[in-house]
C-alpha cells in the first residue's frame, strides 16, 4: 500500500541541505565491497522484488495526490501536491531484531526529489528508519508519524542525477539495551562515511520495509527496481575489518 502525508516547510530543505566535506563519500574513493551487508546482523534474505509483475502491497493505482504503477520492470512512484513524500510498505512475515532493505534508485530531473528505502516499525507506531539520494547528495532520516527528520546527510558528485540510477541500501538494528536503533547506508555498495549515533526515539522491532519519495516542490517522482530485503534474529555487528562474503567461523 502506498501512504502520504505533508513535508512540514522546515524540513523540505533539509533534503537538499549538505552537511561539511568530513562527513561525504569522496569521488576518488577507492571502490568498497558493501560493507552494510550483515553489518549489523542482516543474514537471511527474506525478498526479492524485481517488480516484473504486479504485487498487492506495491499499490498500485492513481489519483490526484499520487501514482504508483510498474514502468518497463520498474516501480514508478510519483507525488503530485507537495511539498510532502509518498511511501510504499510490504510486511515482513513476523517482526524481527535487523532489517535490510537494498533497491536500486532514480530520481527525477526536479532538484528538490529525494528518494530511497526505509525500515518500518512492528511496534504499530507509524515510524521509521529512511536512506535516500537527491540531486547529487545522501541522507539518512527518520519518518515519525508522516513528519520526516534529516538527522544526517552529506554531497556526492556523481549520485542522484535523473537517468543515472543507484544503488542504495539501509540496515537497521534495535538494540534494546541502548534504547534505540543502529542504522548504517551505502551507496553503490559503499557505506557513507558518517558515523550515526543511536536514534533515541526507538523504532525497532521492524515489522516492513518501505520505499519513499519525497519533494519540496509541487512534483517529485522516482523509480525503484531490484528490492532486496533481509532480515536477522539480533543485532550482532560485524567486525569492518571481516570479508562480509565470507562464512562465519
Known amino acids: 500500500m502506498f501512504r502520504r502525508a505533508a513535508i512540514h516547510a522546515g524540513l523540505c530543505l533539509a533534503l537538499t541541505a549538505a552537511m561539511p566535506a568530513g562527513a561525504v563519500l569522496g569521488q576518488e574513493d577507492e571502490p568498497a565491497t558493501d560493507t552494510a551487508v550483515g553489518v549489523l546482523g542482516a543474514d537471511t534474505v527474506a525478498m526479492v522484488e524485481p ?41 515482513l512475515p513476523s517482526p524481527v531484531a535487523v532489517a535490510r532493505a537494498e533497491v536500486v534508485v532514480d530520481i527525477d530531473a526536479a532538484p528538490g526529489t529525494a528518494a530511497g ?73 559503499r557505506p557513507v562515511a558518517v558515523n550515526l549515533p543511536r536514534l533515541e526515539i526507538p523504532v525497532g522491532p521492524y515489522g516492513s ?28 555487528p560485524v567486525p569492518v575489518d571481516r570479508d562480509p562474503d565470507r562464512p562465519s567461523e
Not at 519525497?214 to 533481509?230: K, P
Open 209 to 236: 520495509v518501505a520505499l519513499l519519495v519525497g519533494t519540496d516542490e509541487q512534483e517529485g517522482a522516482a523509480t525503484f527496481d531490484d528490492l532486496v530485503v533481509s532480515t536477522g534474529a539480533a543485532y550482532v
Open 117 to 189: 528505502p526505509a525500515c518500518g516499525s512492528a511496534r504499530g507506531l507509524p515510524r521509521y528508519l529512511v536512506a535516500g539520494v537527491n540531486a547529487g547528495g545522501w541522507w539518512l532520516g527518520r519518518l515519525i508519524d508522516g513528519r520526516l527528520q534529516v538527522v544526517a546527510s552529506g554531497n556526492q558528485v556523481g549520485i542522484g542525477r535523473p537517468g543515472d540510477p543507484v544503488t542504495v541500501a539501509i540496515e537497521c538494528a534495535v538494540v534494546p539495551e541502548e534504547g534505540g536503533d543502529r542504522v548504517t547506508m551505502s551507496i553503490d555498495g
Open 51 to 91: 517488480f516484473d509483475t504486479p504485487a498487492p502491497w506495491m499499490g498500485i493505482g492513481s489519483d490526484e495526490t499520487g501514482e504508483n504503477t510498474l514502468v518497463e520492470g520498474r516501480l514508478f512512484s510519483s507525488y503530485l501536491q507537495g511539498p510532502g513524500h509518498i511511501w510504499t510498505d510490504v510486511e
